[in-house]
Structure formats: C-alpha cells, structure tokens
C-alpha cells in the first residue's frame, strides 16, 4: 500500500513542479507564448484560470497523499537510535612512530 502511495505521490509531485513552471509570472517566466487572441487555446485568462484550479488540485493531493503516507508509517521506523549510542569499531588504534635513533657517539682519544 505505502509503494503505491509513494508511486502516486511521485507523480502527483512531478505534475505539481510542471504546471507551477508553466505558469505566467510578472515577469514573464515560463508561461506559453503571448497569444492574448480570443480564440487562442489556453490563451489569457483561460489559462490563469485553469492553472490555478489545477495547481490547487495538485498541492491538495500532494497535501493529502503526505499526511496518509505519514500516517501510515507511523510507529514502523522501531526504536530510534543516535550514532553516539552505537559501540566503537574494534579496528586497531595506529602505531606510534619508531622512536628516533640516538647519534652516535665519537670515540675520544
């Protein structure tokens, strides 16, 4: 169940990114074309309209499908751990270096 709501939720995520992108912003940004004839398809404020209604559509599933998968994975997890809790790995602590030789000492006569 939770594969098919993450599956769904996925598209629904990629749809809601590609008609936010698509829409007109002040300044122009990805919107389609500067047709403002009448009989123009998504042409004006047709397109503000349907944009809108479906951005809402989209963020309200996007919403609702979040909070079910939530939900429903509630208490699943187990218990929490942290990293501090785990025990340290057994592996060898590094040599010391070789103390360095001492100089050698010159014969005196």
């Given at each position: 169940m939770?594969?098919?709501?993450?599956?769904?939720?996925l598209?629904?995520?990629?749809a809601?990114?590609g008609?936010?992108?698509i829409q007109?912003?002040?300044?122009?940004?990805?919107?389609?074309?500067?047709?403002?004839?009448?009989?123009?398809?998504?042409?004006?404020?047709?397109?503000?309209?349907?944009?809108?209604r479906?951005t809402?559509?989209?963020?309200?599933?996007?919403?609702?499908?979040?909070?079910?998968?939530?939900?429903l994975t509630?208490?699943t997890?187990?218990?929490?751990?942290?990293?501090?809790?785990?025990?340290a790995?057994?592996?060898?602590?590094?040599a010391?270096p070789?103390p360095a030789?001492?100089?050698?000492?010159?014969?005196?006569?």
């Open positions: 939770i594969k098919v709501l993450l599956i769904l939720h598209f629904v995520t990629l809601l990114i008609v936010v992108l007109r912003s002040e300044g122009g940004g990805l919107g389609i074309g500067n047709s403002n004839s009448m009989g123009a398809f998504l042409g004006g404020r047709g397109t503000a309209n349907l944009l809108t479906t809402a559509i989209l963020a309200t599933a996007f919403f609702a499908l979040s909070l079910s998968m939530a939900l509630r208490g997890a187990g218990v929490g751990r942290s990293l501090l809790d785990t025990p790995s057994s592996t060898p602590a590094p010391a070789a030789p001492a100089p050698a000492r010159v014969p005196t006569n």
